[in-house]
């Protein structure tokens, strides 16, 4: 199975700041990366598919780029309802299709 | 609206078998694959099965094969989630969640609708 490494596991920013958040891979999987945010008590919501396209509704301020093995999840300006947890997820050629551990985010 | 509404959880011993439901309204069912995630207490997300549109592919985690077995009755609108011979670290929330395919120069899966989970605890 693909394995996938989010860093950091937690980090706390301020209001405006901009937030950025890494997944590897452990083989190539192309541009196949979902990434999804998870509130706390709440199911997990997508924001980006195919590693750079936003979900439909999803503001802006969040983007995401990458190919082959390393991507990044991009706040560009950390807003209050971002704090989360933020999950990446491979759907490279057959399932599993496994998530990276999460990255929990707050403010200062 | 597109709803998933997750059911069947609750508390059962070491060895026993548990059966979810998820029903779902506000889309096309039979033309989705459907797909079960769960999260242990304080834990992340752990991928465990998928099923295609017509229930003729399935897929496990390993840490699933063997034990659970992924359903669907598309004249219902469901999709089940049998579980057997269940361990203390099968306890968790499980969430149904639709697979979308968006075809842009490939097929791309992402989970775009998810239900609210069901809690299963496995205890003596």
């Known amino acids: 199975d693909i394995q996938m490494t989010q860093s950091p596991s937690s980090l706390s920013a301020s209001v405006g700041n901009r937030v950025i958040i890494t997944c590897r891979a452990s083989?190539?999987?192309?541009?196949?990366l979902n990434w999804y945010q998870q509130k706390p008590g709440k199911a997990p919501k997508l924001l980006i598919y195919a590693a750079s396209n936003l979900q439909s509704g999803v503001p802006s301020r969040f983007s995401g780029t990458g190919s082959g093995t390393d991507f990044t999840l991009t706040i560009s300006s950390l807003q209050p309802e971002d704090v989360a947890t933020y999950y990446c997820q491979q759907s490279y050629s057959t399932p599993p299709y496994t998530f990276g551990q999460g990255t929990k985010l707050d403010m200062k | 609206e597109v709803q998933l509404v997750d059911s069947g959880g609750g508390l059962v011993q070491p060895g026993g078998s548990l059966r979810l439901s998820c029903v779902v309204s506000?889309?096309?069912?039979?033309?989705?694959?459907m797909i079960w995630v769960r999260q242990s207490p304080g834990r992340g997300l752990e991928w465990l099965s998928y099923i295609s549109e017509s229930g003729d592919t399935t897929y496990y985690a390993e840490s699933v094969k063997g034990r659970f077995f992924i359903s669907r009755d598309n004249a219902r609108n469901s999709v089940y989630l049998q579980m057997n011979s269940l361990r203390a670290e099968d306890t968790a929330v499980y969430y149904c969640?639709?697979?979308?395919?968006?075809?842009?120069?490939?097929?791309?899966?992402?989970?775009?609708?998810w239900g609210q989970g069901t809690l299963v605890t496995v205890s003596s």
């Open positions: 083989q190539s999987i192309k541009n196949y």
């Open positions: 506000g889309f096309t069912f039979r033309s989705y694959e």
């Open positions: 969640a639709r697979e979308e395919v968006h075809r842009d120069r490939g097929d791309y899966e992402s989970l775009d609708s």
